[in-house]
């Protein structure tokens, strides 16, 4: 069978790194009111000369390197992003060029924090029906240029970044490698619990992020829990199979209670919430590369990916390494 095999990762982080109490001598709040919260000491925000497209360039320059594949061996990009250098064109044609690659599909997907789960499904789809060998598939973010800075409950979750996969179409056996199974949903009529205040055809402006905490905690917990056995169900693994969950890091309450409702250790879910804070698209591609230099993930694992975001979207992914 045809799978998308993954060949490499990469990640990339701006320069400066804001600390809780960096954020709290601008801000009525406290490292403590942080981390009690959130479980986030700190997050990377871009500065002058860094955007979404130069983070994700950054980070599809050492996937690449990682994979041992040069530009000119691939033929897509699918970038996830909700902060776009511009309304068009789209950021992956940006980083296309800045890649070095042409005259191959390049264009964004947007699902806000469940935006790389879409680009991988997306790629995924291409890859194994012979539209495309050898794909970027890109999650970037500049959430810092969107957040309400005044608004301390939310300003304090975010941060910026970028993480990458180099994934190929492969002959493989059942047993092989490669992405073995994903699930995404939608729901719009929660929409008002997670968005931007603005648009280029409604204010013209692009508008601030507006979160209702409490509410998007309920549905995220109980979303994610029921996609991932989805997923496991699909292709009839047990959950205590899996090697390793990278979640979207939104918030370390959500993930401890996703890993009890799949009565499994914490131990088995990477966290980089703490020092990246919520990156949305680019946060499962980043805790993965991660984990994957790091050693934690390694050739034969089973790696869930999962992810909800805005809209609301969600999904997960099941690959084998």
């Given at each position: 069978m045809i799978r998308s095999v993954l060949k490499g990762t990469g990640s990339a982080l701006p320069r400066r790194l804001v600390t809780n109490d960096e954020?709290?001598?601008?801000?009525?709040t406290s490292d403590e009111w942080i981390r009690e919260r959130t479980g986030i000491t700190g997050r990377y925000i871009a500065g002058e000369g860094e955007s979404t497209a130069t983070l994700a360039t950054d980070a599809a320059r050492a996937a690449l390197a990682d994979a041992g594949i040069a530009i000119d061996e691939v033929d897509l990009i699918?970038?996830?992003?909700?902060?776009?250098?511009?309304t068009f064109p789209a950021t992956a044609t940006k980083v296309q060029h800045l890649l070095g690659g042409k005259g191959f599909p390049a264009f964004d997907v947007g699902a806000v924090c469940s935006g790389f789960l879409y680009a991988l499904a997306t790629a995924d789809s291409m890859l194994r029906?012979?539209?495309a060998r050898c794909a970027l598939v890109i999650g970037a973010e500049t959430f810092s240029r969107i957040v309400d800075w005044e608004d301390r409950a939310t300003c304090v979750l975010f941060g910026d970044g970028?993480?990458?996969f180099v994934l190929r179409a492969e002959e493989v056996d059942q047993d092989g490698p490669g992405v073995l199974a994903t699930r995404l949903h939608a729901e719009g009529a929660h929409g008002e619990l997670l968005y931007v205040d603005g648009g280029p055809s409604t204010t013209g402006q692009v508008g601030k992020l507006r979160m209702k905490g409490r509410e998007v905690f309920r549905h995220a917990v109980v979303n994610l829990a029921e996609v991932l056995q989805e997923v496991?169900?699909?292709?009839?693994?047990?959950?205590?199979?899996i090697d390793w969950i990278v979640p979207h890091q939104a918030n370390l309450r959500i993930l401890e209670a996703t890993a009890r409702k799949l009565d499994l250790p914490f131990e088995k879910v990477v966290?980089?919430?703490?020092?990246h804070a919520n990156t949305s698209a680019a946060s499962v591609p980043l805790a993965f590369d991660v984990a994957a230099k790091d050693g934690r993930i390694r050739p034969g694992h089973l790696v869930m990916l999962e992810a909800m975001g805005g809209g609301f979207t969600w999904g997960a992914s099941l690959l084998r390494i």
């Amino acid at each position: 069978m045809i799978r998308s095999v993954l060949k490499g990762t990469g990640s990339a982080l701006p320069r400066r790194l804001v600390t809780n109490d960096e954020l709290a001598s601008m801000l009525d709040t406290s490292d403590e009111w942080i981390r009690e919260r959130t479980g986030i000491t700190g997050r990377y925000i871009a500065g002058e000369g860094e955007s979404t497209a130069t983070l994700a360039t950054d980070a599809a320059r050492a996937a690449l390197a990682d994979a041992g594949i040069a530009i000119d061996e691939v033929d897509l990009i699918v970038l996830a992003t909700a902060t776009p250098d511009q309304t068009f064109p789209a950021t992956a044609t940006k980083v296309q060029h800045l890649l070095g690659g042409k005259g191959f599909p390049a264009f964004d997907v947007g699902a806000v924090c469940s935006g790389f789960l879409y680009a991988l499904a997306t790629a995924d789809s291409m890859l194994r029906t012979g539209m495309a060998r050898c794909a970027l598939v890109i999650g970037a973010e500049t959430f810092s240029r969107i957040v309400d800075w005044e608004d301390r409950a939310t300003c304090v979750l975010f941060g910026d970044g970028a993480g990458a996969f180099v994934l190929r179409a492969e002959e493989v056996d059942q047993d092989g490698p490669g992405v073995l199974a994903t699930r995404l949903h939608a729901e719009g009529a929660h929409g008002e619990l997670l968005y931007v205040d603005g648009g280029p055809s409604t204010t013209g402006q692009v508008g601030k992020l507006r979160m209702k905490g409490r509410e998007v905690f309920r549905h995220a917990v109980v979303n994610l829990a029921e996609v991932l056995q989805e997923v496991l169900g699909q292709v009839d693994i047990a959950a205590q199979s899996i090697d390793w969950i990278v979640p979207h890091q939104a918030n370390l309450r959500i993930l401890e209670a996703t890993a009890r409702k799949l009565d499994l250790p914490f131990e088995k879910v990477v966290v980089t919430l703490d020092r990246h804070a919520n990156t949305s698209a680019a946060s499962v591609p980043l805790a993965f590369d991660v984990a994957a230099k790091d050693g934690r993930i390694r050739p034969g694992h089973l790696v869930m990916l999962e992810a909800m975001g805005g809209g609301f979207t969600w999904g997960a992914s099941l690959l084998r390494i």
